[in-house]
């Protein structure tokens, strides 16, 4: 059972470009969340998706920022008109269901802005 | 408002001690808590799994406890080596289910 895969790992944009990052959960999972980790800052919880729905999006920006997770495919973290500030890791992780179950992550992606 | 602190922020050792790292958190009302490993430039990987109702959890040289009521877990790590040299995340799972993370303690265990 392949784990949670992110791609790409490494993304490099310049400022005003847009950023796709693509996260495919273990097989069986249906929830997943999205966290960023910003240089020396712990990481911060943006979004957690369903098939086709979006459960919490207390932790994303209010511009800018959109996730989806599609019933077909993986999910996707978009990132419009990127700035420099938005330079971090992303992970994403997997869970088979909510309340106590443990949370798998990603390698995530490393986003750089110049 | 969920917050998790971990102390101390930065841990150097030399082989083979046994140590201690805290953490801490401000509402008990949680449903399980992790402790992770995070390697330089690299993900994260889940070391342990504690539930609400769990006073430890066990896994090889490392061992956790949770103390829900008074808000703290402690990651045990036995016999260190180098190869244990790696952040150590801590985080909880309340209501909602995001989880929240401290900021970390950097180990170094020296040869």
């Known amino acids: 059972n392949a784990g949670v895969m992110q791609n790409p790992r490494h993304l490099v944009r310049r400022r005003g470009q847009e950023a796709r990052l693509r996260c495919s959960p273990m097989k069986g999972h249906s929830h997943v969340y999205w966290y960023r980790q910003l240089p020396e800052e712990g990481l911060k919880f943006m979004v957690y998706?369903?098939?086709?729905?979006?459960?919490?999006e207390s932790g994303m920006p209010k511009e800018r920022f959109s996730a989806e997770f599609p019933k077909e495919g993986p999910s996707i973290l978009r990132i419009q008109q990127v700035v420099r500030g938005d330079s971090a890791a992303y992970f994403c992780a997997s869970s088979p269901q909510s309340d106590s179950n443990e949370q798998f992550f990603g390698p995530g992606t490393r986003l750089t802005v110049l | 408002k969920q917050e998790v602190t971990q102390i101390p922020a930065a841990l150097s050792v030399p082989e083979g001690e046994n140590l201690v790292l805290n953490c801490s958190f401000t509402?008990?009302?949680?449903?399980?808590l992790q402790w992770f490993r995070q390697d330089p430039g690299k993900g994260l990987t889940s070391l342990l799994l504690?539930?609400?109702?769990?006073r430890e959890q066990t896994s090889g040289r490392l061992n956790a406890s949770l103390d829900k009521s008074s808000g703290r877990s402690t990651l045990y790590i036995a016999a260190s080596q180098p190869g244990d040299s790696a952040t150590y995340l801590c985080?909880?799972?309340?209501?909602?289910?995001?989880?929240?993370f401290g900021k970390g303690t950097k180990l170094t265990v020296n040869p």
């Open positions: 985080a909880v799972k309340g209501g909602s289910e995001k989880l929240v």
């Open positions: 509402d008990s009302a949680i449903y399980n």
């Open positions: 998706l369903q098939k086709e729905n979006i459960i919490d």
């Open positions: 504690i539930q609400s109702s769990q």
